[in-house]
């Protein structure tokens, strides 16, 4: 993640909320800005406080599919959205298309939930201008961009090379 507030403790304070539980701009934990996993510790946290009797593990439910996504869960689906229209993005595309994605990318960038995510997107865009001319040039700078997450998050990079074996054609046999 970026420079968000970040959960955790300072030294000599008691932790408020499990580490990697990123606050949103209210103080309040940031579902879409932190990984299932330490929301998932915060909610646990949260219950043992109002009910420390604890429950065997056989009684406690399993997390529900249809929960508001979190930090993974939004990513995932929005990598398959902007892959996706660029894939679907014209070979030659007019000014007006070429304006109109630029647009679309900066305003995504700007709207993004997860705020942290959406702050260092916005420097990546101001950094690394969009590239527009072609549905490939388009795939390969988002392609590029998503590896930058990728890289920050210490994931392995996607070979650029196969952006439209992945998102538009299928795989080669
Ligand atoms: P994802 O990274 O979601 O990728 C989905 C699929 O895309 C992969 O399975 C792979 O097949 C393919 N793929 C992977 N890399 C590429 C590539 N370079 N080009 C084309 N296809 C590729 N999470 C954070 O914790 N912190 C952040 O700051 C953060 N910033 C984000 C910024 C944006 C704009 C977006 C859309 C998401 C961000 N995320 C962030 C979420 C993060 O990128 C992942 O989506 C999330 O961690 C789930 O990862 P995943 O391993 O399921 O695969």
Known sequence: LGDGAVGGSAAGEAPKYPKGVVLGKDGKPCRSCTSGASFKAWASQTKASLNPTPKAASTIPATPKDCPA???????????????IAATYPT?????????????????????????CAEDFQKYIEKEKIR??????????????????????????????????????????
């Not at 979190?70 to 996706?84: A, M």
């Not at 630029?102 to 997860?114: E, G, I, S, T, V």
């Not at 388009?138 to 998102?167: I, M």
Request: glycine share 4%; charged share 30%.
């Open 70 to 84: 979190d930090v993974e869960t939004l990513g995932r689906s929005t990598w398959t959205l902007l892959h996706s």
């Open 92 to 116: 030659t595309p007019t000014t007006t298309e070429q304006s109109d994605i630029k647009n679309f990318m900066r305003l995504f960038a700007k709207l993004y939930p997860c705020w942290v």
């Open 132 to 173: 527009t001319q072609s549905r490939d040039e388009f795939g390969n700078w988002l392609c590029e961009a998503h590896n930058e997450v990728n890289k920050k998050l210490g994931k392995p990079t996607f070979d650029c090379s196969k952006w439209q074996e992945r998102w538009r054609t299928g795989w080669k046999d």
